[in-house]
């Protein structure tokens, strides 16, 4: 059967380039990569999604700021932002 998606430029670029590697069309790797993704679905083996660490160097929060104080926390996040 025919249908169309929108496939976000990068994973169709690494889905053509795995493609042209193993010899095989980019249906092929279209159809093995949704029937492993639904059968490990069924399984309960999906790993659950995981954000990139992309923290930063410190000791944790300035110490005019006290844990939990909000209003503080945002006046001196947009201090010299604006109004």
């Known amino acids: 059967m025919k249908t169309t998606a929108e496939i976000a430029d990068p994973l169709l ?3 053509k380039l795995l493609a042209r590697q193993r010899g095989l069309t980019f249906r092929e790797i ?3 990569a949704l029937r492993r993704y639904l059968e490990s679905e069924q399984e309960g083996e999906l790993m659950p999604f995981r954000l990139r660490d992309t923290s930063v160097g410190g000791e944790g929060l300035a110490p ?3 844990e ?9 996040a947009y201090e010299g932002r604006g109004e």
């Open 13 to 15: 670029e690494r889905a």
């Open 30 to 32: 279209l159809d093995v």
């Open 64 to 66: 005019e700021i006290e």
């Open 68 to 76: 939990g104080d909000w209003v503080t926390i945002r006046r001196l």
